[in-house]
């Protein structure tokens, strides 16, 4: 009798497990839809803007994370356009040519750009430039470069500034970056080499809901990343040279009346006006061709870059390198001074591309 009962049990069981009744079947749904239950739950309850990983939180890791669908975007200073980013770019110019009609419409807009930014930590002004101003004046004045007024005015089309015009101005070097679809916290911080947390603490971003297309972020300290066609041919020419110093234009390249000789004669450089004796570098890498006397030049330097372009630089009171000697980019070759034919200290710079004259005001920031 016993075995028998055994058995029967063990009938039962094999009936409800193999051949399930209704009964059976909805505890077995239940079951799964509790697990199915908790593993969205457990997926909701996550920040919707994850930080980048902890190998990618030293800023020298972080090129290591690059996705190659993102490095379309930029690619040193081969900037290819995304179509997205030419549609975004067409509706801010014609959003700002409508604005520019009333002061009210400008102020509006740009107050848009900075919404979202902890006024805690960088401030925003709109300035109407002057006669006589530059960006990169400007820029100086506030302690970046002109990167962050390039990178905050992704309207502009030109490094050239004119009287009457109003352009956003940061209180500290950074640049606004416009969220488009799809874009993460991660892969911001990733196209701009920063941290998540330097954004985050830049932003007011909601730690859950992280960031949403359309919103304008400050990227602390970097360089800006999305500029319009005609900014992008100055950008891609001027990562080739640096400026050999600092100082105030006083003549460019073209037909100009001769300071010493009073009669029209063409101007092969620009003029970069400093005090006697200034450092002067190599605008980029590259081997000396001639360090020596070069009459009205007065003492001068001649380097070849080995790409098709060449740089010479003029007036100096000192000389530190000599012919064949190989240089490093910002590598002090020589000081300003007075020689040859001049009227004050200053340097002749001069940019020749395949034996061509070049404006080195394309070229330089």
């Known amino acids: 009798m016993l075995k028998f009962e055994n058995m029967r049990r063990i009938t039962l069981l094999n009936q409800l497990f193999l051949f399930p009744r209704p009964l059976s079947w909805l505890v077995a749904f239940g079951i799964g839809g509790s697990l199915c239950a908790l593993a969205v739950a457990s997926a909701l309850v996550k920040p919707a803007t994850l930080l ?20 379309e975007a930029f690619s040193g200073n081969a900037f290819n356009l995304k179509p997205d980013l030419v549609v975004f770019l067409d509706q801010l110019e014609g959003s700002l040519q409508a604005a520019n009609q009333t002061v009210a419409g400008e102020n509006r807009l740009f107050a848009t750009h900075t919404q979202f930014v902890n006024p805690d930590y960088v401030t925003f002004d709109i300035y109407t430039i002057q006669l006589g101003d ?6 100086k004045e506030r302690g970046y470069t002109i990167d962050s007024i390039v990178g905050c005015n992704p309207q502009l089309k030109k490094v050239i500034c004119y009287a009457g015009q109003r352009i956003l101005m940061p209180s500290r070097g950074g640049s606004l970056h416009h969220v488009s679809l799809n874009e993460t916290l991660s892969t911001i911080a990733l196209d701009y080499a920063v941290l998540s947390e330097e954004i985050m603490n830049a932003n007011f971003i909601d730690p859950h809901w992280g960031v949403m297309p359309g919103m304008y972020l400050f ?11 005609e900014m992008h041919k ?27 000789l009073g009669f029209s004669k063409f101007h092969n450089g620009v003029d970069i006006a400093c005090p006697h004796n200034t450092w002067v570098g190599a605008s980029a890498a590259g081997t000396v061709l001639v360090a020596g006397w070069g009459g009205a030049v007065g003492k001068y330097i001649k380097i070849d870059h ?16 000599r012919s064949g000697q190989r240089v490093k980019r910002g ?14 200290p200053h340097l002749h710079f001069t940019i020749w591309e395949k034996g061509r004259v070049k404006d080195p005001m394309d070229y330089l920031w």
């Open 52 to 71: 980048l990983p902890e190998t990618a939180q030293r800023p020298e890791a972080i090129r290591h994370y690059f996705a190659p669908e993102r490095l």
């Open 306 to 321: 080995h790409n098709g372009y060449k740089t010479l630089y003029g007036h100096l009171s000192k000389i530190h390198v």
């Open 134 to 139: 530059n960006y990169w004046k400007l820029a």
């Open 219 to 229: 990227i602390p300290g970097a360089k800006p990343r999305y500029l319009s066609e």
């Open 234 to 260: 100055h950008y891609s020419k001027r990562a080739l040279f640096r400026s050999p110093l600092a100082g105030r234009y006083t003549s460019f390249v073209g037909v100009r009346t001769h300071p010493v």
């Open 331 to 344: 590598q002090l070759i020589g000081r300003s001074g007075a020689t040859g034919r001049v009227t004050a």
